[in-house]
């Protein structure tokens, strides 16, 4: 019997659904006898391997069993046969260089020949950017909890598994930064809060960089710092015994008429008199109290949204 080998047709991205990890990469090739000749409805295995050259512990492997057409063409999607296992690959850590080798063979009494062995390019990486977001990212979401999308966890503080599939990629690149504790991390709580940039330093528009978590330049994301109120001053002495002087003038008129009809009247008016010194009750020792306002936080007019991250 003659021997056969296969050869590459094409690798595409395929995913329709471009959020949804769990599925793989379409997978399209042609099975041929050394003469050129289709190995038409022959039944074949191909076995895929996923694998970071850079970071031996992200790799992935697969066999599926198959039949060519009547042309010698098969189809298979890589990382559709264990899923769990195939979203724990991270195409976008900062590490990623993964190559994809395909191997197949004939499934009655064939041995495996390699026949493609290379780097995966730019389509299929734009499968887990899922349109540039990358994992970690942090967005205000506007609708409620129930509504969150697939591939995107509320930001609530939630205690979840560093090795579950759904995490396991989100813990490779925030780590323990917003807490945990044994196998499990915490997810970014963002109730009530605002956010800011992390990392001030002395030539930064930060004023207060130095009181930061982790001293000048070295503050920690997802660390949390208490609510301030900027520092200003209220002028206010002390009152001592006292008394206010009021000064008070007496006045004193008189009028005096000549002539004897009203035409002949002359008003003479002289004013005498002089003024005291009039003092209020003395208040004795006191202080004036300025009496507490305001609520619980010093805050902006604002509004809630959910913030929700890329998983």
């Known amino acids: 019997m003659k021997n056969f080998y296969f050869l590459l047709f094409s690798i595409l991205c395929t995913i329709t659904y471009a959020q949804t990890s769990e599925r793989g990469f379409s997978f399209q090739g042609y099975a041929i006898d050394p003469d050129g000749k289709a190995l038409s409805n022959t039944g074949i295995t191909a076995r895929f391997t996923i694998y970071n050259k850079e970071n031996t512990s992200q790799s992935y492997t697969e066999e599926q069993s198959m039949t060519s057409d009547i042309y010698g063409v098969f189809n298979a999607v890589a990382g559709s046969q264990t899923s769990s296992d195939f979203k724990k690959l991270n195409f976008t850590s900062k590490d990623a260089d993964f190559w994809m080798k395909v191997e197949v063979k004939k499934t009655a009494g064939g041995s495996y020949i390699t026949i493609n062995d290379a780097r995966m390019q730019a389509v299929p990486y734009a499968k887990y950017a899922d349109n540039g977001v990358p994992v970690g990212t942090i967005v205000p979401f506007a609708g409620t909890v129930d509504k969150i999308p697939s591939g995107w966890a509320l930001c609530d503080g939630k205690s979840v598994s560093k090795t579950s599939n759904d995490f396991v ?67 206010m002495n002390d009152a001592g015994e006292h008394s206010h002087s009021l000064p008070k003038r007496i006045d004193v008129h008189y009028r005096s008429f000549e002539g004897n009809d009203d035409s002949d009247r002359v008003l003479k008016e002289a004013n005498t008199g002089g003024s005291y010194i009039e003092k209020t009750n003395p208040a004795g020792n006191h202080k004036h109290t300025i009496n507490a306002t305001g609520g619980l936080e010093t805050r902006p007019v604002n509004k809630a949204v959910n913030y929700i991250i890329k998983l």
Do not use: C
Request: aromatic share 10%; no cysteine.
């Open 169 to 235: 990629q989100l813990y490779s690149m925030i780590g323990g930064a917003w807490g945990e504790s044994g196998s499990n991390f915490n997810l970014p709580d963002l109730r009530g809060y605002f956010l800011r940039g992390a990392g001030g330093d002395a030539n930064s528009t930060d004023p207060d960089f130095s009181s930061r978590t982790g001293g000048a330049g070295n503050e920690k994301v997802g660390s949390k710092q208490n609510d301030a109120f900027k520092s200003h001053t209220h002028t």
